[in-house]
């Protein structure tokens, strides 16, 4: 149905990125369009959400020719992850128990990989 939206803004921003971290290449607004679940949003529609990532140095456009416009992603899905994983810490009320409950729901193999970041950190900024 026109006008009715199915996903919010940061759902199709997501599966947008999503689309364009699992491509081997660069791809265009229509073969992104192709890759989501019906109902698919416009072509219009996945235009907007690449120009807004964009915006937000999330994607680099390639203007191939004037009809031909290419999108790909600026930051890897790790590097995307963790900004938001810093965001929302910054935005917690108490910085210390956000960190100690996020701790709390790792599993042993996700803590020993945080320690083993801690440390290599360390040692960097020691030499």
Do not use: Y
């Not at 600026?74 to 917690?92: G, K, N, P, T």
């Not at 956000?98 to 960097?124: G, Q």
Request: proline share 3%; glycine share 2%.
């Amino acid at each position: 149905m026109a006008g009715v939206r199915s996903r919010s803004a940061g759902a199709l921003e997501a599966l947008v990125m999503r689309a364009l971290w699992t491509a081997a290449a660069p791809l265009s607004a229509s073969a992104i369009q192709v890759t989501f679940d019906d109902p698919a949003p416009a072509q219009t529609t996945v235009l907007t959400v690449l120009s807004r990532l964009e915006t937000k140095g999330m994607v680099t456009r390639r203007a191939l020719s004037p009809r031909r416009v290419t999108f790909e992603a600026a930051v890897s899905s790790a590097q995307a992850h963790a900004a938001d994983m810093v965001e929302v810490l910054e935005d917690a009320q108490d910085r210390e128990d956000a960190l100690m409950a996020f701790t709390n729901n790792l599993s042993e193999a996700d803590l020993d990989l945080v320690m083993d970041a801690i440390t290599s950190r360390r040692s960097r900024r020691e030499r």
